[in-house]
């Protein structure tokens, strides 16, 4: 058996967590490969929302294993947070969600680093999450981390204190910011008792066991494709590999146990944070897909940046992660549109074409832009994809055939049920 991939093609917030809930079940365990909690994956049904940050978008669907990968970073105050919620909406999960013993832990200083590095930027700041995650995947690389498995071991507490006392020492390097290190602390420690109840794997071993027993998994991403460490639009980016390769190093897979790859896009594009955006509307357009598309941010709540289809940008993913389907979601945003604009190529000093610059800020990027009649007219009364009005019908071919790759699904709202299979019904 093979491994399929979820991810995000954009810069996040595609709307990863509810396809993943609505594919779960053609699977038998979902596994997150990268990230930590600057992650934020939203599900509505029933007329409930719930965000996920850690937790695998596939742990609402009864019996389905969930699997946090060693390439996740988790915060214990978080997954703590997400397991109340969890249980408060009557989803038993202790026999379902299983933690890999190598993913790394955030600490809360790890938390006050983010925080006050960011802060000591200025005007030049990333748009950090704080949340932890950069420092807690510099420990990692920097080889002093502190793992899951290390819970467990006799010389937990020496371990943790240790790590702490280095993140102190690079915190006084900083102008003070307001973080009560103790609370902090004392939310922490409460949370690793938690932690300790679940079940622990070696995942890689976990992982290849299951394929080699038939078991189908779905590997599930967290931001999107151009906050890739290596490949994103950096120094805006995150800090782990959120491109298929990053399925292997965050799951223990061979690069030969990938098969499909299910690339996920909205209709038109956001970001959160600073960094290069092309596309950016900064103008009546752009606030009205902020709007309609309610783009505030699942994890930080911050106003997401708008702006239109990027043809180059979508391109370049599908060619790195070896996409091989794809699902657009939020179309439904479109339906008040008179006109909609798809850039189509990127001007580049001169010279047309389609390949992304190595570095966005350092250049001067004019779009070649298609335009194309809005539909106005709401979606909801679409049950088929050939149901839809034949102007947003046309959007996504004239999409589907700059890209390359087959349209499989179209989402046309936030609930669980307002999702099209592209030749068949929902």
């Known amino acids: 058996m093979k491994v399929d991939v979820i991810l995000g093609l954009q810069w996040g917030d595609e709307g990863k967590g509810k396809i993943v809930d609505y594919l779960a079940t053609r ?198 494709s151009m906050l890739d460490i290596d490949f994103g639009t950096y120094p805006f980016v995150t800090s782990s590999n959120t491109i298929t390769a990053g399925v292997c190093t965050g799951l223990g897979l061979a690069p030969s146990r990938i098969g499909e790859v299910i690339g996920i896009t909205k209709a038109y594009c956001t970001r959160v944070g600073s960094g290069p955006f092309p596309t950016e509307l900064e103008d009546e357009a752009g606030e009205l897909l902020r709007q309609e598309g309610q783009e505030f941010g699942a994890t930080t709540g911050r106003p997401r ?33 008179e006109s909609i604009q798809m850039a189509t190529a990127y001007n580049v000093d001169g010279q047309s074409g389609d390949q992304v610059p190595y570095d966005m800020c350092k250049f001067d990027i004019d779009l070649e832009l298609e335009s194309f009649p809005g539909w106005k007219q709401s979606l909801d009364h679409a049950k088929s994809f050939e149901e839809l009005p034949d102007l947003a019908r046309n959007y996504l071919h004239t999409m589907e055939n700059y890209l390359g790759v087959p349209i499989t699904m179209v989402s046309t709202g936030p609930e669980r049920n307002q999702l099209l299979v592209v030749n068949g019904e929902v």
């Open 305 to 337: 940046r708008c702006g239109w289809l990027d043809i180059p940008q979508l391109k370049y993913t599908i060619m790195l992660n070896g996409v091989t389907q794809i699902v657009v979601t939020k179309v439904d945003v479109l339906n008040n549109f």
């Open 27 to 224: 699977y038998d365990i979902v596994a997150r490969f990268q990230g930590g909690p600057n992650a934020g994956h939203t599900l509505k049904f029933d007329g409930k929302k719930f965000v996920l940050h850690t937790v695998p978008s596939g742990i609402f669907r009864e019996g389905l294993i969930n699997l946090i990968g060693n390439g996740v970073v988790i915060d214990p105050i978080t997954l703590a947070r997400e397991l109340q919620q969890i249980t408060d909406a009557g989803v038993s999960y202790s026999d379902r969600l299983l933690l890999a013993r190598k993913a790394h832990l955030i600490l809360p200083t790890h938390r006050y680093l983010d925080a006050a590095s960011e802060n000591a930027k200025g005007k030049e700041k990333i748009g950090s999450t704080l949340k932890g995650i950069g420092p807690t995947y510099m420990d990692k690389t920097g080889r002093n981390g502190l793992r899951v498995g290390d819970v467990f071991q006799a010389d937990f507490q020496q371990q943790y204190e240790a790590l702490k006392e280095k993140h102190l020492t690079l915190i006084n390097m900083y102008p003070d910011i307001d973080f009560d290190l103790a609370a902090e602390e004392e939310k922490w420690m409460e949370a690793i008792k938690k932690l300790r109840l679940l079940p622990l794997v070696d995942a890689e071993y976990y992982i290849n066991d299951a394929l080699n027993a038939g078991k189908r998994v779905l590997a599930e991403g967290a931001q999107g």
